[in-house]
């Protein structure tokens, strides 16, 4: 019912535009997906974002530069849930992350097919 | 005579009914009453597999969700009489194959993807038991709702609800990980504390909440629903020596006086219209049942070849005070070298909310026009306490 994947290092253009974190829900279910930045010095996670509403665009563009993101954690909790009521209702969830059109180099993740998913990653310059 | 005879107690019992509601209604405040399941209707059935095997004696009428993967076990009597068991596996095809790449949004979107998500195929396959039935029978069903005003996925108060459900967990899961370091410790804090939150069912029971509100909602919305299912038979319980043993078609529209617009807004209609799209649905319905094989009225150990048609319609209303369904049907049963035989049937049931927690159950019915044999009516009314059960033909109190 809950999954949590392994921190992934994502490379990031340093020369690029900001990250964009594409969630994508399948089987037309219903999600809210909540974006979090580690805070070493104070040993906290920060918000960044979650989905204003349940039609918006599954999309958010990070408020930050590329390098500004260099070396921050980042944790995307994507929770899910069936508009039906059958017991084998499936669940879907992809996430990437892109600079421009362009999936970033470590920034396509595994799909899952829980109803709620961890998804972190390590942020680094590929310069 | 008959006929009038059962219309006029029917009558008489609904008065009797609603004179005592007004007192109910003032000092209990009844919760809506919803039609979903006024008893069986005769001209649709859920699953298309069990159905051509005489295998699923339920029909049902107002289209569901189609499952994306749904197994049973059947057992059950055959038209002959002989005991039959088996399996019957349904599906939704583009919703279990392609379902995952379709978001919410691109749903709502596209009618072809609406469309294909509503397709459902059913497989069903039994055996005889008995001694001296060896045959296995073998039913392929199609079943597609390309037009569907009550389609769950379409709700946005439904999706609202989910969403003001998950945001909650979400905050929730946030402020219980809030200081784990990233990496796997944030991988176990996460897992425990969903799974933690899961098995508290503090959400899952706010979603159940959302579904049946939306169910109440969405019970009476148009639908169209088409179909078909042939069968074969193999006499030997043998695949080399299979036959064609017919099958069934069949059509049905559900109105919930919505005009046939997923976007209907009751607001500006008329007062009456806005309570029969709040209160009432009406549904027609049409099923062609081709070559049955039935025990020969002249020898039972021959066999005949029978199509059978049935076309009805019925009113189906629910409110505080209860629900009523009203049906008819016109059937025609065609054997083979023997004259058609053309009848009707006619039923009324439902359950009357006298008190709070005291119901009137009844339904009465009869059907005319058999040839050789008299025509048939029937009459039961019951009076019982609800509580703690809930209405003989409805549910959703």
Redesign the interface.
Do not use: C, I, Y
């Given at each position: 019912?809950?999954?949590?994947?392994?921190?992934q290092t994502v490379r990031l253009d340093p020369d690029g535009p900001s990250p964009v974190l594409s969630v994508?829900?399948?089987?037309?279910?219903?999600?809210?997906?909540?974006v979090?930045i580690?805070n070493a010095a104070a040993?906290?996670?920060e918000?960044l974002h979650?989905k204003p509403?349940?039609?918006a665009?599954?999309d958010y563009t990070f408020g930050l530069s590329p390098a500004e993101l260099a070396g921050r954690?980042v944790?995307v909790?994507v929770?899910?849930?069936s508009?039906?009521?059958?017991p084998?209702?499936?669940f879907?969830t992809n996430l990437t992350v892109r600079q421009g059109e362009a999936i970033v180099d470590g920034g396509a993740f595994p799909?899952s097919d829980d109803k709620?998913t961890?998804y972190?990653m390590?942020f680094k310059s590929a310069a | 005579m008959a006929c009038k005879r059962i219309l006029t107690l029917v009558v008489s019992i609904a008065v009797l009914g609603l004179t005592h509601i007004e007192g109910g209604d003032a000092q209990e405040g009844p919760k809506e009453l919803y039609a979903t399941e006024l008893g069986a209707d005769f001209v649709i059935p859920e699953s298309p597999g069990l159905s051509v095997l005489g295998l699923d004696p339920s029909i049902a009428a107002h289209p569901k969700s189609p499952r994306e993967l749904a197994t049973s076990l059947l057992n059950g009597v055959d038209a002959q009489g002989n005991f039959q068991t088996g399996v019957a596996v349904d599906t939704a095809p583009f919703l279990l194959l392609l379902g995952g790449d379709v978001t919410r949004q691109e749903y709502l979107d596209h009618y072809e993807d609406r469309a294909l998500f509503r397709l459902q195929t059913s497989i069903a396959v039994t055996k005889g038991t008995e001694q001296d039935d060896k045959s296995a029978r073998l039913g392929i069903g199609f079943r597609w709702v390309p037009i569907d005003a009550g389609d769950p996925r379409q709700d946005q108060m439904l999706a609202d609800c989910l969403f003001g459900v998950l945001t909650d967990k979400a905050h929730e899961v946030s402020e219980e990980t809030k200081n784990v370091p990233p990496g796997p410790e944030s991988e176990l804090a996460f897992t425990k504390t969903v799974e933690r939150i899961n098995a508290e069912g503090k959400y899952s029971s706010r979603v159940e909440q959302c579904r049946k509100e939306s169910g109440r909602r969405l019970w009476n919305r148009s639908a169209l629903t088409l179909g078909a299912a042939p069968t074969w038979i193999a006499p030997e319980g043998s695949l080399s020596n299979i036959n064609s043993s017919g099958g069934t078609f069949w059509t049905s529209v559900s109105y919930g006086f919505d005009r046939f617009d997923e976007t209907y807004d009751r607001k500006r209609a008329s007062q009456v219209a806005a309570w029969l799209h709040d209160h009432a649905e009406a549904l027609v319905g049409f099923r062609y049942l081709l070559d049955q094989e039935l025990p020969s009225p002249a020898d039972s150990s021959k066999t005949i070849r029978q199509d059978n048609l049935f076309a009805g319609g019925a009113l189906r209303v629910g409110a505080q005070w209860g629900a009523l369904t009203a049906e008819a049907a016109f059937v025609r049963t065609n054997p083979d070298h023997v004259a058609a035989d053309d009848y009707y049937t006619l039923s009324v049931r439902g359950d009357l909310r006298i008190l709070a927690d005291l119901w009137l159950s009844l339904s009465a019915g009869g059907e005319g026009g058999r040839d050789g044999s008299d025509n048939h009516t029937f009459i039961l009314s019951s009076l019982k306490w609800s509580f703690p059960e809930a209405p003989a033909f409805a549910r959703n109190l």
């Open positions: 019912m809950a999954k949590a994947f392994p921190s994508h829900v399948g089987f037309a279910n219903v999600a809210q997906f909540r979090e580690w040993g906290v996670w918000f979650e509403k349940v039609s665009p599954d954690h944790k909790a929770f899910e849930e508009p039906t009521s059958d084998n209702a499936r879907s799909q709620d961890l972190q390590f | -």
